[in-house]
């Protein structure tokens, strides 16, 4: 594989929104629209090199538009067998799954993806 791949993150949305309770559960398409363009405007904190951010919606967050930096994908069914297929279809090339879904971890980590928990890219909230 060539050097310059850029590393395939993907990020599961409705994991990484659901893990900070700031009322994101009223509106969940605009938590996922807040979501995608803040790693449009901040990318993979701590990962160097090119990224391709990939940001799996659904259920109530279906139909969330792609901005430059950030794709998006719409789980036409469960949003967890969907990121499994994309780790599968990506074959040899560098996944990282951003989730704290712990079975979830545990099948893209079977098919050689690398995962990181929501806080990658959506810090707690502070506590002053």
Not at 65 to 91: K, N, Q, W
């Amino acid at each position: 594989m060539e050097e310059d791949v850029p590393l395939l993150v993907i990020v599961d949305a409705a994991n990484v929104v659901g893990s900070v309770p700031d009322g994101w559960w009223r509106d969940r398409r605009g938590a996922a629209e807040r979501l995608r363009d803040r790693l449009a405007a901040q990318g993979v904190p701590g990962h160097e090199g090119p990224v391709d951010i990939l940001l799996v919606v659904e259920g109530a967050a279906r139909g969330v538009e792609p901005v430059p930096g950030v794709r998006v994908a719409s789980a036409p069914g469960s949003g967890d067998d969907h990121m499994v297929a994309l780790v599968a279809e990506a074959g040899d090339r560098p996944v990282l799954v951003v989730t704290a879904d712990r079975e979830l971890r545990r099948r893209v980590r079977e098919l050689g993806a690398d995962v990181a928990g929501p806080r990658t890219v959506r810090p707690a909230p502070r506590r002053d």
